[in-house]
């Protein structure tokens, strides 16, 4: 382990970082977040680097600081393999709230990334409400109009009709390779998993001018340098992997299931060499790991580090949760 001794084991509950985004809503306030009045809020960042714990002998502490200061007990062999051996949380997880479209934008893969001391942005968005007609926007139409995209990029003018369209469905799930051209559609709400990065290179915003009034920066030689046009995703087929656990999509970088308990009912955590993310969008429970527990609510996400797994999550009334590792 570690060169320096371990916390007290136990489920790490986190308040995530509220992100204010020009396209974003007040939709999180119905999974219990205390939203800023008169404020646009975008993302939920769940397990972000600034994410605090709020209780036990971590609380008031980050994540951040927490997977620097303890990376081996924290994320464990596979969470460093994951990142390349940097000491970062291996899973960024959010939930966003597209009021409006966001920008036709494009990722790094790890090659990519590298060279700006990160890790790639490969992601998963799992839908979780969406309203009539929302659109995800997802790799070109043609492969082959990639000069058209550019050429309209430099011009200015808009591309999204070069752009593949999928009717958005509540509770589908898509994988986004880095180097994936895409986009989200507005009227979305949607549960994140990726690498942990924050690199985002745009091609178009839409036209869209920020509150100075002024365009945002498009990064198009960037874009174009980092871009697979081929990449086209499609919704993953959701698989059962046993009484109430679905698994919804799973990569190099990290997994996600589904986990539906009627009251009483219980489900374990259990991997090898990752920490466990949970969070939980109906009724309420109990998560055990590292000998102590946590309520788990609606809306609160909770950390298990990988030197505290196996764990047991609980029902104390329906549940339905989301589990994240690598």
Do not use: N
Not at 21 to 39: C, I, Q, Y
Not at 158 to 185: D, K, M, N, Q, Y
Not at 214 to 242: D, F, N, T, Y
């Amino acid at each position: 382990m570690g060169s320096v001794s371990e916390p007290s084991g136990g489920p790490i509950k986190l308040a995530a970082a509220l992100d204010p985004k020009l396209w974003g809503g007040r939709a999180l306030e119905r999974f219990g977040f205390e939203l800023p009045a008169d404020t646009r809020i975008g993302e939920a960042l769940l397990t972000g680097a600034v994410a605090r714990v709020l209780d036990g002998p971590l609380a008031g502490r980050e994540l951040g600081e927490l997977a620097a200061r303890y990376p081996h007990w924290l994320c464990g062999e596979r969470g460093m393999t994951a990142t390349g051996g940097r000491t970062i949380f291996p899973l960024l997880t959010k939930i966003i709230d597209a009021r409006d479209v966001l920008s036709v934008q494009v990722h790094p893969d790890d090659d990519a990334a590298r060279a700006l001391g990160g890790v790639g942005k490969t992601e998963a968005w799992h839908v979780l409400g969406a309203e009539p007609g929302s659109r995800l926007y997802v790799g070109l139409r043609d492969p082959g109009s990639m000069a058209e995209l550019e050429r309209r990029s430099r011009a200015g003018e808009r591309t999204g009709e070069l752009l593949r369209e999928l009717i958005a469905v509540s509770g589908e799930t898509l994988l986004i390779p880095a180097g994936t051209i895409h986009a989200l559609g507005a009227g979305l709400l949607i549960y994140e998993i990726q690498q942990p990065s924050g690199i985002t290179y745009r091609f178009d915003d839409w036209g869209r001018r920020g509150i100075d009034g002024r365009s945002r920066e498009l990064h198009i030689e960037q874009s174009l340098a980092v871009a697979k046009p081929a990449l086209q995703p499609a919704p993953i087929p959701p698989i059962a992997i046993g009484p109430g656990r679905t698994l919804l999509v799973a990569c190099d970088y990290f997994s996600l299931e589904r986990i539906v308990l009627s009251s009483g009912a219980s489900a374990a955590i259990d991997h090898a060499g990752s920490p466990a993310v949970v969070i939980v969008f109906e009724g309420d429970g109990r998560i055990e790991a590292g000998g102590s527990s946590a309520v788990l609510r609606a809306g609160e996400t909770v950390v298990i580090a990988a030197g505290d797994l196996p764990g047991t999550i609980t029902a104390a009334s329906p549940l339905t949760a989301l589990h994240g590792w690598v």
